[in-house]
Every structure is written in C-alpha cells, then in structure tokens.
C-alpha cells in the first residue's frame, strides 16, 4: 500500500488503528501533513485565495471559490474532508476527520465548533461537538 491508496482506503471509511503496523506510518504520514498545513493556515496573514488554495492542500480536493475560512484551524488528518459551496468556518474550528466529513452547501461552522460527523447543507453548526443550532 501507498499514501495514495491509504487515503482512498480511508475515504471508503475502512477502520484505522495506530496499532496497526502496516497502516500506522500511513497514518501519522496524513495527520502530520495535516499539523504541517495548519500551521500554514494559522500562522501568517493570507488572503481569501490563499487561504482557499491552502485548503486545497490539506484535503486534496478542489475548493469553491465562494468558500470562506476565519483562521485558526486544526484538522486531525484533513484528506478526509469534503467542502460544499457557499461554506464559511468561523475562527477557531477544529476537525476530527479521520472518518470522514462532508460540509454541505451552505452552511455555517460556529466559531470553536469541534466537527466530527457530516455537516447537511443550509444549517449553522457549533459546540463541542457541533450541533445543528439553526436551519438556515
């Protein structure tokens, strides 16, 4: 197995365990380049491109031009997620998407939300872990 195919293995919400000797280094691979983007995001001014394209790298998806992130964030593995258009995270956001996320279009995270499941499209999500707040 490769990087590539450890991350589609991932997308395909197989299980992952750090104990699992020929997964492991796949994974602390993923959730360090997830640290490393981060730290990107998080620590210099970007404009709204960039940070766009920064996000780009971390999921190794395309972005919608009409997404839009309020710096901090922190993803534990970030290939996992899936970001709809018209999407707006709020300062200070955090991820736990090793299983997978999707944003819907639409939608709003509130700023210190801790997501870890699928966001619907058209709601405000927030709190730890987020909840649905508002149908929008």
Known sequence: MNIEEFIKYCKEGNPVSSIDKELSPFLHECAQNAIKTCMEINNSYHTPE???????????ENIDES???FPPFYSDFGRNIKI????????GCSFQDRGGITIGDNSIIAAGALVNKDVPSNVIVGGVPAKIIKNL
């Open 67 to 69: 997404f839009t992130c």
């Open 84 to 91: 709809g258009k018209n999407v707006f995270f709020n300062c």
């Open 50 to 60: 960039e940070v766009r394209k920064l996000f780009e790298k971390l999921t190794g």
